[in-house]
């Protein structure tokens, strides 16, 4: 196994772990000083940090690729979380309510995050490599930056429509309020870009060649 498959396994496996568990966390509504937000959104964000590293060093197939896994993943772990649910409980176990509350499925957060996460980051991916070509390779904090500001402000729109339109009356401040979040999140996760870049590149041992 190569040193490129390693890394490539490497980020795939922190890329999965973080959707999972942005979905098995997502119903909550947390406070963040005076803005409202999914409980997710932290760990969501950074799912654009490890796709802009691996699009960079690796290019745009592998970037694509490690979002279909995801995909993947998230859908996987819904079913064994609905499993688990339906799964008679032993006579001992008193806690049925309380686990179903934490891994049920709410239809409309599972489709709103499921069609938000798909568009908006093959959204991040092209948008990204756009500003790469249009820099020659150059500005990494613009392409970083740029890419998962509009692409997350995509996801938040399509995910906070369709999970609560009719839930909560002032969408717009949810929206705002998770949009907000993330945008200081994606300010802040520029250096962890360039680390995570370099450190890649440096153990890299070219197998798929970098960003094509």
């Known amino acids: 196994m190569?040193?490129?498959t390693h890394i490539l396994i490497g980020f795939?496996?922190?890329?999965?772990?973080?959707?999972?568990?942005?979905?098995a966390a997502g119903t909550k509504i947390?406070?963040?000083?005076?803005?409202a937000a999914?409980?997710?959104v932290f760990v969501y964000a950074l799912t654009f940090l490890v796709t802009d590293i691996v699009s960079d060093v690796y290019g745009k197939k592998a970037a694509d690729k490690l979002v279909i896994y995801g995909f993947v993943s998230v859908l996987l772990a819904v079913v064994i979380y609905q499993l688990a649910i339906v799964a008679p409980p032993a006579p001992f176990f008193q806690n049925q309510?309380?686990?179903e509350s934490v891994f049920g499925v709410t239809w409309r957060l599972l489709l709103g995050g499921l069609v938000a996460y798909l568009i908006s980051q093959f959204l991040d991916i092209r948008i990204f490599h756009y500003i790469r070509e249009k820099t020659n390779t150059k500005h990494l904090w613009l392409r970083n930056v740029?890419?998962?500001?509009?692409?997350?402000?995509?996801?938040t729109v399509i995910f906070i429509t369709v999970a609560f339109y009719g839930v909560f009356d002032d969408l717009f401040a949810l929206i705002l309020g998770q949009y907000l979040i993330k945008l200081v999140i994606a300010l802040l996760d520029t250096p962890f870009a360039y680390?995570?870049?370099?450190?890649a590149?440096?153990?890299?041992?070219g197998e798929y060649g970098h960003a094509k």
């Open 201 to 205: 590149k440096r153990f890299s041992d």
């Open 146 to 155: 740029a890419s998962t500001l509009i692409s997350q402000f995509v996801d």
């Open 195 to 199: 680390l995570g870049i370099s450190i």
């Open 2 to 4: 190569t040193k490129d």
């Open 12 to 23: 795939g496996t922190i890329y999965a772990a973080l959707l999972v568990a942005a979905n």
């Open 38 to 40: 999914s409980a997710t």
């Open 30 to 35: 947390i406070a963040v000083g005076s803005l």
């Open 97 to 99: 309510e309380a686990y």
